[in-house]
Each structure stands twice: as structure tokens, then as C-alpha cells.
């Protein structure tokens, strides 16, 4: 049995969501499939590794598996993880695969459990491998579409194309997200302020994100990504990158933790098709549907 979850984008918002401010995210067109078959032992195959479970190399599916055992006994299944989703750069990988594995797995073993059963168990398999975790990333994986959290109202923003353009550093969540933890602790009443700003721009993109003004969203972007520059998470090679992009006509963002990872762009079809050329970059558009059994 083939399953398949999608990948997501932060469009804005990160960081200062930490804090109980808006965020506004969406599923994309990249996605993890997990292809499960009942196995006389266990097996997980990835472009990582082949292992048995393995909670060092395969930890998301070995967590899967362990906790999807407490509603059907599995004796021996064999895994398959092609991915379409760049690791490590927030783009959601982790939750895609978790949520792919669980609903292949439901399938071929007949568990009979609903979306919200798999969002539930993906939720605790992100706590099981980070021990702290906001559980949006399954939740947009679950159930595709386009999202303004923490309330979870749906958002219409279809037929967006964003440009990721790949910082080719690696980003680390806890490492950034503790970052601005201590800037904040030095500096409170600065940094809520600057919160409430990032809070300010999520609601606003709303509108301008619905009516595809690429004027506004530019702005929205450029303001977003300046705050975060202020709270310390962009760096040196980020910065002259959104500059290039800046002179290639693309206004660019950290999506996620930053330090390092994915930024999002928009701007005109010709920026973006001469970008997509020049950047280690890739377009996606947002995904209304969440996973699913392929066919
Ligand atoms: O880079 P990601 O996909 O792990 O996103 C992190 C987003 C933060 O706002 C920095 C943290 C969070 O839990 O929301």
C-alpha cells in the first residue's frame, strides 16, 4: 500500500508564533511517499539507510511503527521512503514522512484509523524524536490546505506560485528558537514589540495572499524578513543572498527556524523562471490535499 503527505511552507509568521502571535502556513506540492508491505521481519528503506527500527537513523518511521503497533500487532512489514521534500530545511519533512508511514500503514494492516487518529499519533511521534514541539507541521501534513494558526482557520490561497531557493546551510529549530529566547530574556519589552509586529503581518498577508497582490505580499515579505533579521535568526550568506535575489526582482524570506535552510520568494514569472535557472531553486504551489492512499 502507497500513501503519500505533503511538505509545508511558513509563509509568515515564525518565531514570534512561539510567543502567541499569528502564523500563517501552508501545505505545498512536494511530497514523501511511504510505500508499506506486511514483511516476515521489519524493514525501512530510505535514501539514508536500510535498517530494522532504528531510532537513530529512521527515528520518525521507527516511533511510527512502535506506536502504530498499540492498534494492530505487526510482526514483520517492509518500508519504502522516496521523498520529495529537502531535509533539515523546514520544509516539513519529518511530519510528511510520519504521516505518509501511518497511513500506509493503516491501510495494509486494516487499523481503521480516521485522519484525526494519524494527526494524533504523528503528533506524538514529533514529541517521542524532539521533546518539545508545536505539532503544526503533522497537522498540515494530516490535512493539506492552507492555514492561519494557532486558532487553525483555513485559508484560501490556491494557484500561489512561491519560490524556494535552497541556503544550502543547514537549519537547526532548537538551536534558532532558543536564540531568540535569550534576546528576548535581555531585551523583553523590545522583542514583544517586535512580535507584535510579525503578529500584525500575518494577519494582514490574509487578504493580499487571497487576492494574489504580489505588491503588497512583496512588502509583507520584506517587513516579515527584516524583523527577522532583528531577532538574530538570518546571517551573513542569507542576507547577501536576499540581496542578489533582491536584484534578480525577487523578494525573498527565511520560512521556519532559520540560520540556515529555505527562504520563499515571490515576484514576476520572468524573475522567478530566470532564478529557477541561476539559484539552487525549485517552485511549489499550495496543496490542498492532505494524505491520502495513491493509487
Ligand atoms: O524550521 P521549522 O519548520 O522547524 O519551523 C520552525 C518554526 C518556529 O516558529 C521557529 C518554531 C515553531 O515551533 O513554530
Keep these: 500500500m502507497i500513501a503519500s503527505a505533503p511538505g509545508k511552507v511558513i509563509l509568515f509568521g515564525e518565531h514570534a508564533v512561539v510567543y502567541g502571535r499569528h502564523a500563517v502556513v501552508t501545505a505545498i506540492n512536494r511530497r514523501?511517499?511511504?510505500?508499506?508491505?506486511?514483511?516476515?521481519?521489519?524493514?525501512?528503506?530510505?535514501?539514508?539507510?536500510?535498517?530494522e527500527l532504528d531510532f537513530d537513523k529512521h527515528p520518525y518511521v521507527s516511533f511510527a511503527i512502535k506506536r502504530f503497533m498499540s492498534f494492530s500487532p505487526i510482526s514483520g512489514v517492509e518500508i519504502k521512503i522516496r521523498s520529495k521534500i529537502p531535509v533539515s530545511?523546514?520544509?516539513?519533512?519529518?511530519?510528511?514522512?510520519?504521516?505518509?508511514?501511518?497511513?500506509?500503514?493503516?491501510?495494509?494492516?486494516?487499523?481503521g484509523l480516521t485522519n484525526e487518529d494519524i494527526y494524533e499519533i504523528a503528533r506524538k511521534v514529533e514529541l517521542d524524536v524532539q521533546g518539545r514541539a508545536s505539532g503544526t507541521d503533522p497537522f498540515i501534513s494530516t490535512y493539506g490546505g492552507s492555514w492561519l494558526i494557532p486558532e487553525r482557520k483555513k485559508i484560501g490561497v490556491d494557484n500561489l506560485r512561491i519560490l524556494i531557493i535552497d541556503s544550502q546551510q543547514s537549519s537547526v529549530t532548537s538551536e534558532m528558537v532558543s536564540k531568540v529566547a535569550k534576546l528576548r530574556e535581555r531585551y523583553p519589552e523590545i522583542i514583544e514589540d517586535i512580535f507584535d509586529a510579525i503578529d500584525s503581518i500575518s494577519l494582514r498577508s490574509i487578504d493580499s495572499l487571497e487576492k494574489k497582490d504580489f505588491s503588497k505580499i512583496s512588502d509583507m515579505v520584506f517587513i516579515n524578513q527584516c524583523l527577522l533579521r532583528s531577532i538574530s535568526i538570518s546571517n551573513e550568506r542569507i542576507d547577501e543572498l536576499i540581496s542578489r535575489l533582491s536584484r534578480d526582482g525577487i523578494t525573498a524570506k527565511i520560512t521556519g527556524a532559520g540560520g540556515g535552510g529555505c527562504l520563499i520568494g515571490f515576484g514576476s514569472d520572468e524573475a522567478i523562471a530566470s532564478v529557477l535557472d541561476n539559484y539552487p531553486a525549485f517552485a511549489v504551489e499550495p496543496e490542498l490535499e492532505g494524505v491520502k492512499i495513491e493509487h
Design 32 to 51: 514523501c511517499y511511504a510505500d508499506v508491505k506486511k514483511s516476515s521481519e521489519i524493514r525501512i528503506r530510505s535514501s539514508i539507510a536500510t535498517t
Design 89 to 111: 530545511s523546514g520544509l516539513g519533512s519529518s511530519a510528511a514522512v510520519t504521516v505518509s508511514v501511518l497511513k500506509a500503514l493503516d491501510a495494509e494492516f486494516e487499523a
